[in-house]
């Protein structure tokens, strides 16, 4: 008797982000980490998104775990394309389509907190704490959002992350950077004067 194989189920849900949409699957769609698209160029590793990219509204496209987030243009309206996307988006799975290729690359992958020089101990450390706080209080509520936090960098008291997906260009993004995730940082580091995001 063969196994009965689970369809992926799409629906979707708006974000803090008026011009970004996510899409959420009842299945895994991509491992590892999460890959972001700003272009039709850029996306030659992910199927899914070259797919996506043929609609001329589509800005770009975040892939992570069950959840696609993409961020549109100005032309059109969410409401006019939304149910499109999700059924174009479950067609396009359930035909047996990878939303990413896994490629070499992705096995090599160094996490972006870990710090090349071991003689930086002191500052290994302290990167090593500041990831484990985003990892537990914020990412989650960030990629509820349909977005992605990175820890980038900490020099001279200042905490440098990347936002991907539905917080790159959030109109939100400034005021929870600066009210949520910098006094988090703060209140558990004294270390942490400030954070900043390399790109807003």
């Given at each position: 008797m063969t196994e009965l194989k689970v369809p992926h189920t799409?629906?979707?849900?708006?974000?803090?982000?008026?011009?970004?949409?996510?899409?959420?699957s009842n299945k895994l769609i991509a491992e590892g980490n999460p890959k972001e698209y700003l272009d039709?160029?850029?996306?030659?590793?992910?199927?899914?998104a070259?797919?996506?990219?043929?609609?001329?509204?589509?800005?770009?496209?975040?892939?992570?775990?069950n959840y696609i987030t993409i961020n549109k243009t100005d032309m059109i309206n969410w409401e006019e394309v939304t149910n499109e996307l999700r059924v174009m988006i479950g067609n396009f799975l359930n035909e047996g389509n990878l939303a990413i290729t896994p490629t070499a690359k992705d096995k090599k992958h160094t996490n972006a907190s870990e710090i090349p020089d071991n003689s930086q101990v002191i500052s290994s450390k302290l990167d090593n704490k500041i990831s484990e706080i985003l990892d537990e209080y914020i990412r989650p509520a960030v990629e509820q959002d349909g977005g992605a936090i990175q820890f980038k960098s900490?020099?001279?008291?200042?905490?440098?992350?990347?936002?991907?997906?539905a917080?790159?260009?959030?109109p939100s993004a400034s005021l929870t950077l600066k009210s949520g995730i910098e006094q988090l940082l703060k209140r558990l580091m004294p270390e942490v004067k400030e954070v900043i995001a390399d790109e807003m």
């Open positions: 799409i629906y979707a849900e708006n974000t803090p982000n008026p011009v970004s949409m996510k899409f959420v039709f160029d850029s996306a030659k590793e992910s199927p899914l070259i797919k996506l990219f043929q609609f001329p509204f589509v800005k770009s496209v975040f892939i992570s775990g900490f020099e001279k008291g200042i905490v440098t992350v990347t936002l991907r997906g917080c790159s260009g959030c």
